[in-house]
């Protein structure tokens, strides 16, 4: 049930680029065919290109561009990205999933709770649940109440891989956070 992220923002760039190089050909011929003044003239690329070495300084530069650009690309398609969608234990044959974003939500609500905590932050790591907050109490004792917090609403939620959960809570002193 876990759904990876689409690769929208590289497949975008590609096709605009693409579409652009495109249109800039289209549009040269047309100028050409019409006889009116070229944006991009083709005999001066033309000669341009011909009088180029395939050792020349450029070309090298140009190449090793092209070919980073193409494992960069070759890597985002090919690695996957953080799961958009985390599976939940299945319950009567029937396959469920929650968003990253709505477990970080229920996570930090579930510290709401906890006395004399503030500003709570999740963070969701691969095999990891980060919760991080700020206390006017002991952080130890604060910390234990977070992280009994968090683990009773996970048992709630019943993720299908239960993280590590991790809590850090550090103690303000009484005049606030500086």
């Known amino acids: 049930m876990t759904r990876r992220p689409r690769r929208v923002v590289p497949a975008v760039v590609v096709a605009v680029l693409l579409f652009a190089a ?10 050409r065919l019409t006889g009116t003044r ?4 083709y005999d001066s690329l033309a000669t341009r290109l011909h009088d180029t070495s395939w050792g020349s300084g450029w070309v090298l530069g140009v190449g090793i561009a092209v070919a980073v650009l193409g494992l960069a690309l070759l890597a985002v398609a090919a690695l996957p990205g953080k799961p ?6 299945a319950g009567d044959g029937m ?3 929650i968003t990253r974003r709505s477990l970080r939500h229920a ?3 579930a ?3 906890v006395d004399g905590l503030d500003k709570t932050r999740v963070k969701l790591r691969r095999n ?4 991080s907050g700020h206390t006017h109490h002991t952080a130890e004792q604060a910390a234990g109440e977070v992280r009994l917090a968090v683990a009773e609403r996970l048992d709630h939620i019943k993720p299908a891989d239960v993280p590590l959960l991790r809590t850090s809570v550090r103690t303000i002193g009484h005049g606030g956070p500086r």
Do not use: R, Y
């Open 95 to 97: 396959d469920a999933g």
């Open 84 to 89: 958009v969608v985390l599976a939940l234990e």
């Open 38 to 41: 070229e944006w991009i003239s």
């Open 128 to 131: 990891k649940i980060h919760v």
């Open 107 to 109: 996570l930090a609500d």
């Open 111 to 113: 510290t709401v709770g």
């Open 22 to 31: 495109a249109v800039l050909v289209v549009v040269s011929l047309v100028q």
